[in-house]
């Protein structure tokens, strides 16, 4: 019985281990995240700002911008992903460090009908941008709640890294 018990338990801790290593978000976007999370007034005083564990999802556009790597963020205020904020991204490489310029932020609501068949994507905080920019972050926003869910402590976000150089539209330079 005590064997029994050894064995659970440790496929127990093998599970947990598996499932946590499912949340642990792709590098890209975890240099997204680290971006986002140190740079303040890009934020504000936003709920995804004040809150301990980041729930993240993200798609990466190369078709919009001919020659350039848009990255769409969303950064998750509820449990039920219905509500946040989503940037945009340009990622580039330069001098063997990766560049992520965030140049665009808005606060959204999903309205659903059924489950998981969005029907809308209403802005709280409209973009700038005006409709194209609307309609690509609408687009994207749908197309990141059917993707996956990534859980980042924001402490880890907030560690220094060299290995990214981060910027916003907010940044003089």
């Known amino acids: 019985m005590k064997?029994?018990?050894?064995?659970?338990?440790s496929l127990s801790l093998l599970c947990c281990i598996s499932v946590y290593a499912q949340d642990r978000p792709p590098d890209l976007l975890f240099g997204a995240a680290h971006c986002l999370a140190s740079?303040?007034?890009v934020w504000g005083n936003s709920v995804v700002h004040r809150t301990l564990t980041l729930n993240l999802g993200y798609v990466l556009d190369t078709r919009s911008w001919p020659g350039q790597r848009v990255m769409y963020v969303v950064a998750y205020t509820n449990n039920e992903r219905t509500t946040g904020l989503v940037f945009t991204a340009r990622v580039d490489k330069r001098g063997g460090h990766q560049s992520i310029?965030?140049?665009?932020?808005?606060?959204?609501?999903?309205?659903?009908v059924g489950e998981d068949v969005v029907s809308g994507v209403d802005f709280v905080e409209p973009p700038l941008g005006g409709n194209w920019t609307v309609e690509h972050l609408a687009s994207a926003i749908k197309q990141i709640k059917k993707g996956s869910l990534y859980r980042l402590p924001l402490s880890e976000a907030l560690l220094p890294r060299t290995d990214i150089e981060c910027s916003t539209y907010g940044d003089e330079k």
């Open 3 to 9: 064997n029994m018990h050894s064995l659970l338990f």
């Open 101 to 112: 310029r965030v140049a665009n932020n808005a606060r959204f609501v999903i309205r659903s």
């Open 39 to 41: 740079h303040n007034h």
